[in-house]
């Protein structure tokens, strides 16, 4: 690896679906300013993701509607044909 161009924080963080409430352990560089305590006992960083593997049509096979911010009703209110 070429020196300099990587971060030197990494550090381990929670991701947390928001969608499912799924979360991991990994190592990341992204900044956070909430925690949580994880598994372990051990306060982490919390990054809170919409959609994620656990969640996501493709991985799960399922064809769910994640609808977050009510993206979709604001549409079709949108675009609705007007009788």
């Known amino acids: 690896m070429k020196k300099g161009i990587h971060p030197d924080s990494y550090r381990f963080v929670v991701f947390k679906d928001m969608s ?11 900044p956070s300013k909430e925690m ?3 598994e372990d006992g051990n306060e982490y ?3 809170k993701m919409e959609i994620s593997n ?3 049509p493709f991985f799960t096979g399922q064809n769910i509607l994640v609808d977050t911010a009510g993206r ?3 549409f079709k209110k949108k675009y609705a ?3």
């Open 20 to 30: 499912n409430g799924h979360t991991f352990l990994t190592r990341s560089a992204a």
């Open 36 to 38: 949580i305590v994880w």
């Open 45 to 47: 960083p919390v990054i």
């Open 54 to 56: 656990m969640s996501h």
């Open 72 to 74: 979709i009703d604001k």
């Open 81 to 83: 044909k007007k009788a």
